[in-house]
Each structure stands twice: as C-alpha cells, then as structure tokens.
C-alpha cells in the first residue's frame, strides 16, 4: 500500500513518543510532529526509535478557537523510516516517519508531560 496516497497537513506541533528498547525498558522522548496524514506522522526528534519499532504518539493539538481545553491525537504506531540529521543545520536533528492504523482524539490530560 503506498501511503503517501493520503492527504498531509502541516502540524509542527509537540509530541511524546514512547517505546521498549531491546532490554524492554520504556523510552519516553519530546518530539515535532511536521506533518500528519490518515495513516501515519512525520516527527523530528533528538535521538529516533529504531526502525520497526512499536511506538506510542501522543501530539498535543494547539487549542483551538472557543474549545474549553485543548486535543491530543494517541495513537500506536511503527517507524517505517529513518531521515538521518542534516549536518549542515545549526542543530541537526533526525527524522522519522510512522505508519498507524488508527488515531484517538482526546481532551489533555494532566499526564502528558509538557
């Protein structure tokens, strides 16, 4: 299935992203997400999960006009490609990008780490 079939809208919104290791110890990293489709997320990190890892995303919605609170999109997820750092940048950071089948829409909780 080629999924850059589906429409992505530029986000640059923060996100957790969280994944066992290979010794199953629980990694939890900030990240940006760039841009969203229906089937997966482009985020830009310090250090990426490893190719074909399993990884949960929480992306923290900007409020939005009128809202009460603001939105976190949840989501299981599997990095299906690694974007190495540019080194050229000033602060090079690496890439990645997830494919997931299913996204959640949920108020902001006070467990998602700012």
């Known amino acids: 299935m080629d999924f850059r ?3 992505r809208v530029p986000v640059g919104v923060s996100a957790v ?9 629980l990694q939890r990293k900030k990240a940006v997400a760039r841009d ?10 310090d250090s990426p999960p490893p190719l074909g890892s399993a990884v949960t995303l929480e ?10 609170s603001s939105l976190r999109v949840k ?10 750092p540019d080194e050229e940048q000033e602060e090079p950071v690496s ?8 996204f ?8 998602l780490p700012q």
């Open 36 to 45: 969203m489709s229906a089937k997966g997320v482009f985020l830009y990190t």
């Open 59 to 68: 992306i923290l919605l900007p409020l939005l006009r009128n809202a009460a």
């Open 5 to 7: 079939r589906f429409f």
């Open 104 to 111: 959640t829409l949920q108020e902001q909780g006070d467990d």
């Open 95 to 102: 890439g990645f990008a997830v494919i997931t089948d299913r």
């Open 75 to 84: 989501a299981e997820a599997r990095v299906v490609r690694i974007q190495p």
């Open 17 to 25: 992203i969280s994944w066992a290791d290979p010794n199953g110890l």
